[in-house]
Nanobody, 111 residues
Framework: VQLVESGGGLVQPGGSLRLSCAAS????????MRWYRQGPGKEREVVAS????????NVADSVKGRFSISRDNARNTVYLQLNSLKPGDKAHYYC?????WGQGTQVTVSS
């Protein structure tokens, strides 16, 4: 199993990013996926989840209305769209499935 995140970076407050997680080594379309984040000095928290079909999604209250999750089972990829970013969204973002984790991608929000 391999999960490879990308798309992080430095963005100004109010900006947007789209994170991607490319999966391999398992039947991607059979498993739900989750995005987590861990900010400086904070515990890791789940940000969003999506069912294997993509029809059911959940987003943490802290990012509801700003973040969204989607997946493309043909590309074995799950996405996290981050809009209206705030300094408090600064964190390392990880995707996870089947108990496996990617290496994460860093998001920094600063002017």
């Amino acid at each position: 199993v391999q999960l490879v995140e990308s798309g992080g970076g430095l963005v100004q407050p109010g900006g947007s990013l789209r994170l991607s997680c490319a999966a391999s080594g398992f039947t991607f379309s059979s498993y739900p996926m989750r995005w987590y984040r861990q900010g400086p000095g904070k515990e890791r928290e789940v940000v969003a989840s999506i069912s294997n079909s993509g029809y059911t999604t959940n987003v943490a209250d802290s990012v509801k209305g700003r973040f969204s999750i989607s997946r493309d089972n043909a590309r074995n990829t799950v996405y996290l769209q981050l809009n209206s970013l705030k300094p408090g969204d600064k964190a390392h973002y990880y995707c996870a499935a089947k108990g496996y984790w990617g290496q994460g991608t860093q998001v920094t929000v600063s002017s």
